[in-house]
């Protein structure tokens, strides 16, 4: 079966500081891979997509970035962290389909102090 | 641009207690609609979908129908229990499109 992973967690990091969240999906290959976020009040954005290795698609433009080196892994980075960079980040999947369905990670929730 | 429109939660019922969640949508064209929900400690998952207008989309007791006349596709269930606890996400998706746009998420408590 297939799973999704993500780390860390939790994550409190001051302002200035780098960023590297990790999302690594097993049991399936050549997956579609997406980044969102949730702030405080606001629902679910997409950051960053992906449809394979080395290919990213930015949704906003922000102070992150992402990468995809393997096939199942997809990279959440930041240089410095602004406090507006606070809030759950969360991983998803799919088998690119277009059936809509997204299969999620259990986010890493991200407080820049 | 597509958006997702909740009701504002929190939301505390009791058990055995009707459910509704409402949610409308603003999109162009026909979309595909969705409701996520995320129990504590866990990532989102679906709960149930309807790709077209009058589908009426079901799961675990919980129902949606994809109302086109009135932009919307309200959460349902007649009686409610203490394991349906959980934040819930209604989200709409264009040409079959995976980059679905979501609303704020709904939290429902359901007290014993």
């Known amino acids: 079966s297939q799973t999704i992973h993500q780390w860390p967690a939790t994550l409190v990091q001051p302002v200035g500081s780098p960023l590297s969240l990790e999302c690594t999906v097993e049991?399936?290959?050549?997956?579609?891979l997406y980044w969102y976020r949730q702030a405080a009040g606001r629902g679910l954005q997409l950051l960053f997509y992906s449809v394979g290795i080395g290919q990213i698609s930015s949704e906003v433009p922000q102070n992150l970035s992402a990468s995809r080196p393997q096939d199942r892994q997809f990279i959440l980075s930041s240089k410095k962290l602004l406090l507006s960079d606070s809030g759950f980040y969360l991983c998803?999947?799919?088998?690119?389909?277009?059936?809509?369905?997204?299969?999620f990670g259990e986010g890493s929730r991200l407080t820049v102090l | 641009g597509d958006s997702v429109t909740q009701m504002e939660g929190p939301v505390t019922l009791s058990e055995e207690a009707f459910l509704t969640i409402n949610c409308t949508y603003t999109a162009t064209g026909y979309p595909s609609l969705f409701w996520y929900v995320q129990y504590p400690g866990e990532g989102l998952q679906l709960l149930l979908k309807a790709t077209k207008a009058d589908d009426k989309g079901s799961n675990k007791g919980f129902e949606a129908t994809y109302r086109k006349e009135t932009t919307s596709f309200h959460l349902e269930k007649g009686s409610v229990q203490v394991s349906d606890s959980a934040v819930y996400f209604c989200a709409l998706g264009q040409g079959g499109s995976e980059k679905l746009v979501f609303g704020k998420g709904t939290k429902l408590t359901v007290n014993p």
């Open positions: 049991g399936t290959s050549n997956p579609n």
């Open positions: 998803a999947w799919t088998v690119g389909m277009n059936t809509g369905e997204l299969f």
